[in-house]
């Protein structure tokens, strides 16, 4: 059997995955770690649960070229994961569809990953610092490390994009592949909060909301928008809605322009009218503040008074239907300036990275073969719920059986 000699450069989900499933096929496998330690990143995934994958999976789950990613879901989707998981021996289960392993620990999956390195006999270089990669003339590739130089007839690149470089992931693979010739789609963080200029934040920091977050275009028209639990904070908005749109949010302010996001807090009102016509009727000897009591969390009831100009302990018998339809038309359509995103840091994932189609759909290079791209490198992001774990597993397989195979 012809024993291929594969380097994997990052020891994260995506070059644990192709490195498995290339040693099961018989392929020779190192993996360059720059860490002490192999999977770091996946121990904070999921809140410290690792959600690694969702039944409900489909192209409209991820950012990018979707027709390509859907042609690599279709060869390794979420039944795929689930046996492979299940293979080397983690019992999972299932939240609404988010796939969790049976203890909710996310170092168990790093447990069995390592597990199966080892079982395996893939050989692991921890502290290895790859700072080149280039071709031979003779065939395949030098790999080298401020230490060593070493040769292997084809090499997987998963060094991970810019999100939380404390984990490894330095952005370092981008230029690489800019050595070799590859575009890097403009990198930004994705799944991240927005930081935004109004003063009131600080007094409203702590109310989580049931809320729709619509983000408006540079046409002035809506986006895109989500809804979920809206958490507000001191520098701005946060939350699973929130994070779902910051990569769009992202790539405008690159351009150097701020953006409106509206958010409804009576998302599930659709007809104010009726909620204006109730408050009118019970007008009575309450105060103002005591009429919007039980419409949204008392906090935005305070700051939305003081917004339209009215005062708290005034007589709500004076308030004119104009002014409490003003109340809902802000509790419906409230207005913030969002003018930057979490930095990579605090970001789960980047958006952008190495080009698609420069990559045929084995994920191999077309202008070095033997050379594969795979994980947060490439211009791929999932939306929250596993996904982006999902596209670790996907990318490393199809890779790692290419690159052990071709």
Not at 14 to 27: D, E, H, Q
Request: hydrophobic content about 40%; aromatic content about 8%.
């Amino acid at each position: 059997m012809d024993k291929k000699k594969i380097g994997i450069i990052g020891g994260g989900a995506a070059g644990m995955a192709a490195a498995i499933t290339a040693a099961r096929k018989g392929a020779s496998v190192t993996i360059f770690e720059a860490g002490d330690r192999l999977g770091k990143k996946l121990l904070s995934t999921g809140n410290g649960k690792c959600n690694l994958g969702n039944r409900v999976l489909d192209e409209n789950c991820y950012y990018g070229t979707r027709k390509f990613v859907r042609d690599c879901l279709e060869r390794f989707g979420v039944e795929d994961t689930i046996s492979f998981f299940e293979g080397m021996g983690l019992m999972l289960r299932e939240r609404n569809g988010y796939l969790y392993p049976w203890c909710e620990q996310a170092s168990v999956v790093l447990d069995v990953l390592r597990n199966e390195i080892t079982a395996l006999g893939i050989h692991v270089i921890h502290q290895a610092k790859v700072i080149e990669v280039s071709p031979r003339e003779k065939g395949g590739f030098f790999v080298r490390t401020l230490d060593e130089d070493f040769v292997f007839e084809r090499v997987i690149f998963a060094c991970g994009g810019k999100a939380v470089p404390k984990t490894g992931s330095d952005g370092s693979g981008y230029e690489l592949a800019k050595k070799l010739g590859h575009r890097i789609v403009p990198v930004v963080p994705a799944l991240t909060a927005l930081k935004c200029k109004e003063a009131f934040f600080k007094g409203i920091a702590g109310v989580r909301a049931d809320a729709e977050v619509t983000i408006l275009g540079e046409d002035g028209k809506a986006a895109a928008k989500e809804r979920g639990e809206l958490q507000l904070t001191d520098y701005g908005i946060s939350g699973i809605p929130v994070f779902q749109l910051s990569r769009i949010a992202a790539y405008q302010l690159q351009k150097k322009k701020e953006i409106t996001v509206f958010l409804d807090f009576l998302p599930d009102l659709v007809n104010p009218e009726e909620a204006v016509n109730d408050r009118m009727g019970l007008r009575g000897s309450r105060t103002v503040e005591e009429l919007f009591v039980g419409t949204i969390h008392k906090k935005l009831v305070s700051l939305i008074l003081k917004l339209i100009q009215l005062k708290p302990t005034d007589s709500a018998d004076r308030l004119s239907r104009k002014q409490i339809q003003h109340f809902f038309f802000l509790a419906k359509r409230f207005p913030v300036t969002a003018v930057a995103t979490g930095d990579f840091q605090s970001c789960q994932v980047c958006a952008g990275g190495v080009d698609l189609a420069q990559l045929t759909e084995h994920l191999e290079s077309r202008l070095h073969p033997g050379l594969y791209f795979i994980g947060e490198l490439l211009d791929v992001d999932g939306r929250c719920g596993g996904y982006n774990l999902q596209w670790a597993w996907t990318s490393g397989h199809i890779a790692g059986m290419h690159a052990a195979g071709r």
